[in-house]
């Protein structure tokens, strides 16, 4: 398996350092204040990343809502991610010691994308609803963590997470909890062009029982999409607009109205600027 270090928040002293708490704090009750969560058992609260129909850490601490930021939260340079890449996470505070959180990776219909890695120190990894979540063991300053990305290209994806940074006042309330997200694209660079991955996605065949065109593809991105036959001497024959559609898998039929002769026509697919060709014999 490849693999890329990504450090994602530029400050010393965050990254690579190994932080210790006792026995006493690894076993901590579920709301005192700084440990979100239960203890070392991962048998933690899911889906408070702040995530589409998700709650945040005020689910259980009260206080300040926040957008998280360069100080307090998760930064990155990278934008993109490619198939199979494991790649390093590191969240945390430079302003506060106590802190706890949740991050979650999901496509644009919020499904599981990709898996954490387990073993990173102070931390569980937990699933509930078809997510997986990794999130503190116990209270600390920031976390590196690691994710691997899909084997597929699985279209534009969001990291949501959320962090609590406590007031150490052994209750839940005061507290300030910094919510962010961030966007990562497909890079196809690593293999196919991305218009060789998304041709190899699309399906064009004649049904000449029912005299009907079966168009199946699947796509990456909301994307406008066009039907176009042509004959061999450039004459187009038909044209149909299929309008927009979402992300992911899609199947259509068209009825050929006017096709007069049998023979070799070019079928093809237009979504957004690309065009996705077939040579098909028509009827």
Partial sequence: MNKKLLILIPMAGLVGLTFMSNTTENFEKYHVDGITFTDLSGASQTGVTGAPGEANCTQCHT????????????????TTYQVGQTYSFAIGSLANATNGFQMTVLDNNNNKVGSFVAGAANTSIQSAGGKEYINQSSKTQAWAVEWVAPATDMGPLTVYYAMNSTNNNNGTSGDVVYVGTHSLTFDGTNGLTNHQKQDEKVNLFFNAKANELNVKYSLKEKS????????LSGKVIEEVKLGQKSFGPHSSKIQLKNIQNEGIYIVSLFINNGIYSRKINLK
């Fill in 63 to 78: 206080g300040t809502v926040v957008a998280a930021d360069a100080t307090n939260g998760m930064t990155t340079t990278a």
């Fill in 224 to 231: 406008n999409l066009m039907v176009q036959v042509v004959d």
